[in-house]
């Protein structure tokens, strides 16, 4: 009797496995995303940051990219979430081709457009455009008649192991803040929280099963977007250079959000396990994350994208050393950033040139190295200035002015070099150590406003200019392009000591 | 949309200019953070740990924190955004 009930049993608890597993447990698909943002144009392996463990350029991304790819042919998508071409000599001086020839290559399926993508103008950025073997996309870019953007779409649809995937674009409405206005003039830039609803819907309708938001907004944003927006299963992000090195997952819809720092140092890899029968995303691997870009001499380089930017390397190693104009005098560094040098009034005086502005400022500390009498080269010129500044342009009242005159004599860091205005300075009296200041001859009017043109450093309140932090501004051309510009304009220069900054009674 | 955006350095609130990046509000904030990062001596890290470059965007009300490098940064699993 016992035995026969123990069959009983046994047979009941098949059938409910059995049961379980056909109903409870249903087939999946993988996807693999792999992802980069704000590449900025590293196309050579990174070596200063750490000398011994050389990280990203385009060979090594390259090969990682393959190998991760040839792990699941069928279930690969490739996305970039913007920035990918502005920010290095190698890839500015072809504005963004060795870059695009990299990603055709790689077969990326789609770019989001970040901010910098405008850094060259609307005609580069239509020619990138056009010799890319993969869409640009932007959701919430129209012009003033609320037409899109030539040739840039606002999503894709593709298939990967029988899941349609849309990929949407997004691009941050902080733009116009972030490149020149030119570059953006008569465009709007739409908040995407109220594009991406009926877009969510366009792409449903269309068989998409899951939906990814390719943006260029920043993880912040992206969190935020994420909360107020359903019907995202993922978020691949850019543009606060953000190492997410394991998948965030919002609370609210459910929404995963992934970035990969910035310079392709990473390369990000989701892999979203997919209901075959319904094709939505049910989870992600623990394997998702980001993968280190190592390219020191062990690592595994891609051949043929080695070769494919060679080219452009080796063609640019001459233009370093190209003539950008001549000098007939030594242009030199301020060499204790407490006094006015003819190298300072040349580039402050480029400034001007570039921006239209009536006064030009210039920390002292910005220029690094003196440049012999002779012919200027382009590596000279990288060498004084090597930071990667942007030019500024706000407005300051007169006591403003006075105010900035101030902090600039006091300054641990070393005083301002200038342009338009003349200060002649009394180091005995600190409390008020100006004893005449003019613009252009006349004496400063405490409530007049003056257009001034310094650089992102020192608009953000560097070396003491606490009076410039959260002011508003415009952004200009790069610091060094204005000063080439000056130079070929100009050649020879023969800038020279004239005064522009006198302390009386220092001991002197 | 507001021209300036206020950011948060360790707690302390910075009014920056919209468009400045995470260099910039160490600047405004206290430009040896900003050296330090740049020497490699800090690094910088959101609210959720995680680190982001110097020359990462903001937003308003982004949260970023200074640490010391190879201390304080902690290695996160999957985790969820805060609540705004």
Redesign the interface.
Known sequence: MKTHVQRIMGLLALILLVAWVSAGVAETTTLTILHINDFHGRILPDADTDPKKPVAGAACLAAMIKTERSKNRSGTLLLSAGDMFQGTCESNHYHGAPVIKMMNELKFDAMALGNHEFDWGMTELNRLRTSAAFPFLAANIVNKKGIPLPGIRSYRIVQRNKVKVAVIGIATPDTPFTTKPDNVKGLDFGKPDSVLPRLIKAVRAQGASVVIVLSHLGKDDDSRLASAVPGIDVIVGGHSHTEISKPLKAEENGTIIVQAGAYGAYLGLLELTVDSQTGRVTGFTDTSGLKRVSAGPEDKADRKTALMIKPYVDKLRPTLDKEVGETRVRLVKPPTRTEETNLGNLITDAMREASGAEIAVHNSGGIRTDIPAGPITRRQACNAFPYDNNLVTMSLTGAELKTLLKQSVNSRQGIMQLSGLTVTYDRNKSEDPIVKAAVNGADIDDKKIYRVVTNDFVAAGGDGMEVLKGKPYETGDKLRDAFEQYLKKHRPVEPKVERRIVFVNDGK | ?E??IVVFINGIPV??????Q????L??HD?SL?DACRH?EMHVE?E?G????L?????D??KLYTRKQGRGSR??????????
């Open positions: 949309m021209s300036r009014t920056i200019h919209r468009g400045m995470v260099q910039h509000a600047i405004s430009q900003y490699g959101d959720d995680f680190r982001v470059g020359e990462g965007a903001l937003s009300g982004t290695v996160r699993g999957p985790g969820r955004p805060k609540k705004e």
